[in-house]
């Protein structure tokens, strides 16, 4: 070994273990796996948990799931921030994150920073344990997909990124030259925002699925959160469009405008103003405690939070936003839409 990266090495496990956890824990048969979601939560989301979730920035996010995280008051997650933000920042704001590893997640893009995730790493409430590329964050979870200890790359090497990392750096035996060695990550639970999926889990997302094919299979317990649950029969009639197959699928849980307040393509548009104000509000502790008091906790469910943050109206609005959008941002949108 030439060198090797400082960062806390996370999520990883000999692949031969993983395949003998899933071949004891895994449900393989098409069973209905349809569940609410405050049991999916409940049931396979538990305190000092590895996580991760799907999606890109504020694009096809899972965030009904991450309500009901906070409102479970789960605690110490280690969190995986390869594209995270607004999820990841409304973990770390209600207090429900110990340590990440990340690439690109204290920002809100075009927003600016995010203020509740700088205050908790600079008061040291939340440890970043590692860092990565992007690149490289999906390249662990290609690994672990593809049952691997570690996959080669040449990425990151000769960089702060790389020293405060976890990959290592060996000579190469064919061409004797350095390469690094990224590890596998294999995360404890990881949910998903699909566009539709049946009642057993096979899921189609539109558009680009970022790392989410891999993602699944990489990952143990595998939650996911549905735009609409639809027959089998809708998935047979394009069965090429399924990313995701039920055998990866531990929950199915159908939670309509289940990204909000982030953008879910073809679906519905970013809602702006309610961005603003969460970013607004957890400027300061008190900013976030207010928020989460009439966001979360006020609520009892993610049907009242809808309808808090502006109802069937709002929606509609939101909704026809990206209609329009769609029809010059994707190529194939009048497949997708009908239309």
């Not at 396979?44 to 948990?49: A, E, K, L, R, T």
């Not at 205050?119 to 490289?136: C, D, Y």
């Not at 999906?138 to 790389?162: C, E, H, N, V």
């Not at 961005?275 to 469910?301: C, H, M, N, P, S």
Request: hydrophobic fraction near 40%.
């Amino acid at each position: 070994m030439l060198n090797e990266g400082e960062g806390e090495l996370l999520a990883w496990c000999d692949p031969e273990e993983h395949r003998e956890w899933v071949r004891k824990n895994k449900c393989l048969s098409m069973e209905d796996k349809v569940i609410g979601l405050s049991e999916a939560v409940s049931k396979f989301v538990h305190d000092g948990n590895y996580l991760t979730m799907g999606g890109f920035g504020h694009v096809r996010v899972p965030m009904a799931a991450i309500y009901e995280i906070i409102r479970q008051k789960r605690r110490n997650l280690i969190v995986a921030g390869k594209t995270a933000v607004h999820d990841l920042d409304c973990l770390i704001a209600a207090g429900c994150v110990g340590k990440v590893e990340v690439a690109y997640s204290f920002g809100h893009e075009l927003r600016g920073l995010s203020p509740a995730s700088r205050r908790a790493i600079e008061t040291g409430q939340v440890k970043v344990a590692a860092e990565w590329s992007n690149a490289a964050f999906q390249w662990r979870f290609k690994a672990a997909a593809s049952g691997l200890p570690w996959i080669p790359a040449y990425t990151m090497m000769g960089t702060d990124t790389f020293k405060r990392s976890a990959a290592k750096v060996v000579n190469d035996p064919f061409t004797g030259r350095p390469i690094c060695l990224i590890p596998a990550c294999f995360p404890d639970v990881a949910i998903i925002h699909v566009h539709r999926c049946d009642k057993y889990g096979n899921c189609q997302i539109d558009g680009i699925l970022v790392e989410d094919f891999e993602l699944a299979r990489a990952a143990k317990r595998l939650i996911i959160t549905t735009e609409e649950i639809v027959p089998n029969e809708k998935i047979r009639e394009e069965p090429w469009r399924t990313s995701i197959p039920y055998f990866y699928v531990d929950a199915v849980v159908e939670v309509p405008y289940g990204c909000h307040p982030c953008n879910m393509p073809t679906c519905y548009y970013f809602d702006e103003g309610h961005i603003a104000e969460y970013l607004d509000a957890t400027r300061t502790v008190e900013g976030a405690k207010q928020y989460f008091d009439k966001y979360v906790y006020g609520v009892d469910d993610f049907n009242q939070y809808l309808k808090l943050i502006g109802g069937v109206a709002k929606l509609n609005y939101l909704k026809k936003l990206e209609q329009g959008r769609a029809k010059f941002v994707y190529p194939w949108v009048s497949v997708v839409m009908g239309g």
